[in-house]
């Protein structure tokens, strides 16, 4: 016990983090910069201890466990590719915690290739001892983190224009759930700012809430087992797409048992109904969890998607209004 909260602290003398008052004005360098995700106390936080801690301290692909104060990691690219689009990352890890290597940093330096500057969004899990309402606190904390990011747009470098989301798991079905409730703000803080991403990408989510497709684990950390019918459909995020959700990119493996195929196929239906420009793409095998290594890679499909959206090409940021 001694060595693992050993390891805690050590983990946070090494990041080191900044207040999101405080933001960095050179990004011209490759090291990733760590902002607080609030300036000050947390809104709907109990106060509580740091309960965050690394599951299995020997893996490679770091995975943390019941987060309590969320940060926001920037990935800057090289300025000379520097287009201004813009990605939070949101890893998963089934609301008990995030694989934040697997799902997150190596995600981040891929999009730093493509020009594109990456946040990987170390959420809070929800939980009863640092929570009032612990449903709402990740959704709370991605609608901050896009706040934040078109906040200091102009400081980074970045298109207020061109800020997205993407999540893995139960981090897509926080993604999914900031596409479509951004017009309900979890905090009256947010109800000025525009926290509608400009699109999503959602790598094999968890969508929907109802028992026949969903993943429990999730849906029970998230809600609990004794969810009122309310809260799942708030939570069914195909049960909440209108014709402004922002466009999408899905992938999920038909092989998937952990989170069924058709959480992102009911998805993909219920933009298309509404007529929301969606990329759909089935890859054949690889489970769940691969991440980026999976014998398709996805994510080229996915630079041609960003690519013929104009995402990747570059932005005049002088002449743009933020």
Known sequence: MKFKLLLVICWGLLVGCASSN???????????????????????????VNLEHVRDISHPD??????????????WPEPAK??????????????????????????????NQLGVTAF???????LTQSMQDKSLGPLQDV??????????????????????????????HLTASAAVHFDNPVTAELAEHNIRPDFQ????????????????????????????????????NERQVTDNTPPAFIVHAGDDTSVPVENSLVYYQALHRHQVPSQLLIVPDGGHGFGLRNNFDWFNDLERWLRNRGLLSHTNLLSNTL
């Not at 405080?22 to 106060?47: Q, R």
């Not at 609608?143 to 897509?172: E, P, T």
């Open 143 to 172: 609608q901050q983190a896009i706040s934040l990011v078109r906040k200091n747009a102009q400081s980074w470098h970045i298109d207020a224009d061109k800020v997205g989301i993407m999540g893995f798991s139960a981090g897509g």
């Open 120 to 126: 990987v969004l170390k959420y809070r899990m929800p």
């Open 201 to 236: 990408i959602l790598i094999y989510p968890v969508i929907s809430f109802m028992d026949e497709i969903t993943h429990k684990g999730s849906r029970d950390n998230l809600i609990g087992p004794a969810f009122s019918p309310e809260q799942s459909v708030y939570f069914s």
């Open 22 to 48: 405080d933001v960095a004005d050179n990004i011209n360098t490759a090291e990733p910069e760590i902002f607080n995700l609030y300036p000050g106390d947390i809104p709907g936080a109990k106060s509580t």
């Open 62 to 75: 770091t995975f943390l466990m019941d987060i309590t104060l969320p940060t926001l990691t920037a990935y």
């Open 82 to 111: 520097a287009n201004g689009t813009a990605v939070i990352i949101c890893p998963g890890g089934g609301y008990a915690g995030v694989s934040i290597v697997k799902e997150g940093s190596q995600v981040a330096e891929r999009f």
